[in-house]
């Protein structure tokens, strides 16, 4: 990626679009990188990808914070933990919103039907 910002730079098609370029190819190696492990640690994560662990935890965060990495940050022990939601706690909580919805609307009609 270090490489790959001068040549962003200098194009002018590409230039305006430099951050996100960026910002999407940083989630991506985030990514990658934490689907091979349950938890690592700050400082390895850092030296892997050549960068401080203040500015990791950093940007870390923000992906976090948006959604975009399912992980937490343990800041005490300098850990990284990912939580992967597999497909059946997704469709378990589906199914109870979707149950939860149907039973209100139940509810509404009765309520209609009563008077």
């Keep these: 990626m270090v ?4 040549i962003l ?13 960026m910002r999407e190819l940083h989630v991506l190696g985030y ?11 700050l400082e390895s994560m850092a030296a892997s ?10 940007q870390l965060s923000r ?11 343990d800041k005490f022990g300098g850990v990284v933990e990912t939580n992967r ?12 919103q979707k149950g939860d919805l149907l039973l209100n609307r139940i509810q509404k009609v009765a309520r209609f039907v009563d008077l």
């Design 3 to 6: 490489d790959l910002q001068p």
């Design 9 to 21: 730079v200098a194009d002018r098609y590409l230039q305006p679009h430099r951050g996100y370029i």
């Design 31 to 41: 990514k990658q990188f934490l689907d091979s492990y349950k938890s690592v640690t």
């Design 49 to 58: 990808f050549g960068v401080g662990t203040v500015y990791l935890d950093l």
């Design 63 to 73: 992906f976090i914070a948006a959604g975009r990495l399912t992980a937490k940050i």
């Design 85 to 96: 939601p597999d497909l059946k706690n997704a469709q378990y909580k589906d199914m109870i």
